[in-house]
């Protein structure tokens, strides 16, 4: 009965070690069908304590490699929700570009660019609209991604193709914010957001 009892919970602990490996892992299903060709960068902009467009940039860098930048701002937006709601709509409405931390690359040495950020009042935060300004995009190719709270992309796209002219603007991916922080910090494999919808939108851009 005894060895029963452990024979049980050792394979009741196996268990629950299993499925919770499986919910744990957002490791993907797909795979990609193509690497971008040309040197590669990915840079993002992410604010809240999630980090969302953090993750988002991440899941693309582990398919297409190359390097990573975070975009910093030399003064950060403050850490109160409530002030960064009105430090972002000051700079938005008044089109101020925000002075950003240099990198220890140009960007202008990279042929295919992924730009990341959070969609903030319909459009790309500040602090990327200070990148987009910093050089000419003349021949490169951008790809813009951006999570938000459940209003889509608003005018992201357009907005960043219009502020880099010259570039060829790739189709962009928009994730909910919120699905993709569950997937990852709560564990939950309920919502689509998840390193395959990362993929399948990569294999569609990228023939
Ligand atoms: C200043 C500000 C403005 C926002 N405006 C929008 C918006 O217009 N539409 C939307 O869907 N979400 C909006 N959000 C929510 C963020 O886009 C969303 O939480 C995003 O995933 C945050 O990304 P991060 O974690 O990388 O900073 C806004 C958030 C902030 C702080």
Redesign the pocket.
Known sequence: MKIFLILFGLAALLGILFFYGCVRSSAPTLSLNNKPAGKVLVV?????????????AEWIHQQVGGDIFEIEMVTP?SDS?RQ??????RDNAAGIKPEIKPFKQDPADYDIIFI????????Y?PPVGSFLASTDWSGKIIVPF???????A?TLYADMAAACPKATMLEGLA????N??ERVLRRSTAHKESPDLVIAWLNRILE
Do not use: D, F, M
Not at 146 to 152: E, F, K, L
């Open positions: 993002y902009y992410s604010q809240s304590p999630n980090q969302n467009t953090k993750i988002v937006y929700y960064v709601l009105e430090e972002s709509k990341g950020s959070p969609v903030w009042y319909g459009t935060a951006c999570t938000h709270g459940g209003g889509g608003g994730a909910r914010g919120s993709v922080v």
